[in-house]
């Protein structure tokens, strides 16, 4: 008995059900319906509209302009504290969790350019003593 006569001769599994929009190619939307209903959450008449409306008295929440201005940081320490009031802002729905990321992934640039003065400013002190070491020797 071969592969493809083994598959055939089993029982169907259960089918899936699917949503009984249409897509705009034509196609039939792959989305699990919702319970006891014939749509998915995106094509069931009105809901998609309503679940918009939700979206938008939360945007307006998050005020840009409520934001306390600060500084920019000098120092580790001030990032950390910069940090830490940017995390009870978003906490506190006062700041957008993608403009805190962004400001993360700037936080962590600013700290490894401290570090790379740092290093620079080492360094320069090492060659200058250095080379009065060596201009002292005969």
């Known amino acids: 008995m071969t592969?493809?006569?083994r598959a055939s001769c089993q029982p169907p599994g259960p089918q899936r059900l699917t949503c009984k929009a249409r897509t705009k190619s034509?196609?039939?939307?792959?989305?699990?319906?919702?319970?006891?209903?014939?749509?998915?959450?995106?094509?069931?008449?009105?809901?998609?509209?309503?679940?918009?409306?939700?979206?938008?008295?939360r945007r307006r929440l998050?005020?840009?302009?409520?934001?306390?201005?600060f500084e920019a940081p000098r120092s580790a320490q001030e990032l950390a504290a910069l940090v830490a009031e940017t995390m009870i802002e978003v906490r506190g729905a006062k700041l957008e969790p993608r403009?805190?990321?962004?400001?993360?992934?700037?936080?962590?640039?600013f700290l490894q350019a401290l570090q790379?003065?740092?290093?620079?400013?080492r360094l320069t002190k090492l060659e200058a003593a250095d080379a009065a070491r060596s201009r002292r020797r005969p």
């Open 62 to 69: 998050l005020d840009p302009t409520k934001l306390a201005p």
């Open 116 to 121: 790379h003065g740092d290093l620079e400013e």
């Open 99 to 109: 403009v805190a990321n962004s400001l993360s992934c700037l936080g962590s640039c």
């Open 26 to 57: 034509g196609k039939r939307c792959s989305r699990p319906p919702m319970g006891g209903k014939p749509f998915c959450n995106f094509h069931t008449p009105g809901l998609a509209s309503k679940a918009g409306k939700i979206g938008g008295p």
């Open 3 to 5: 592969h493809a006569r």
